[in-house]
């Protein structure tokens, strides 16, 4: 049975409240989520608390190996942020409620930004492998959505608008940023499509996303930045490439080598992202 809105509201506030009684009243200003094999901005957090998934009432537990499952509190760039270690995915199993779930507490935790990365297929034919993407719009191609399902009235609107998806101010900062620390040439622009996964595109997939206008492809980040619009949170999401699914490109993935490009873009990423942050 669907939860009523007064159901998972229950829940939602429930999961906030322990994770305050848990953090002494810990109040963050910004939230985080890190996508598969991007955790090491985590090591740049100074934490103050770190409470497990699955001790937090109601929170969905990772089943992604590549995830952590931890919420980390603590600060960044002298900010204080929520870092979510390890998202949850559609294709596991979560419905789309589940899903969001995470970032619905961290709102009402209070954060008024949400950070978001992820790992995704370049299908711009410049991309090249472990170059970073800031996301500028998005398509969802999931095949629901968060809002469906009764209106969580307290949380935002019926009808939220998704003119600007990814704030503006926010992707400035993120390009001024990545001049500053000379990344500039590796770090693009662009729209993600978000598919529910978890088999990757079949060639004939990828011509169609290039066709209808995405610069990368994944499995997340879109039913996240939909709650996160919805209450009115401002979003910078970053996506980094893993591999190249342009047709000249095309070969088979494994997720041996998303994780290596992650890897490899880690360092650039966690740097962009803490520039950002400290500076807000
Ligand atoms: N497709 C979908 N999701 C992905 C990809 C891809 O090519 N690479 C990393 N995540």
Known sequence: MPQTAAEQLTQLRAAAAYIQQQAAAFQPEFGIILGTGLGALAKEVQVEHALSYADIPHFPVSTVESHAGRLLLGTLGGRRVAVLQGRFH??????MQQVVFPVRVLKLLGIS???????????????????????DDHINLQPTNPLVGPNLDELGPRFPDMFAPYDAGLLAQAEAAAADLGFGPRVRRGVYASLPGPMLETPAEYRYLRTIGSDAVGMSTVPEVI?????GLPVLAVSVITDLASPEHLKPVDIQHILAAAADAEPRLTALLKRVVEQQ
């Not at 930004?113 to 996301?135: C, Q, T, W, Y």
């Not at 709650?227 to 209450?231: G, K």
Request: no cysteine; charged share 20%; hydrophobic share 45%.
């Open 90 to 95: 559609y294709y596991e199993g979560y419905t």
């Open 113 to 135: 930004k949400l950070f978001v990365s992820n790992a995704a297929g370049g299908l711009h034919p410049e991309f090249r492998i472990s170059d970073l993407m800031l996301i």
């Open 227 to 231: 709650a996160a619009r919805h209450m």
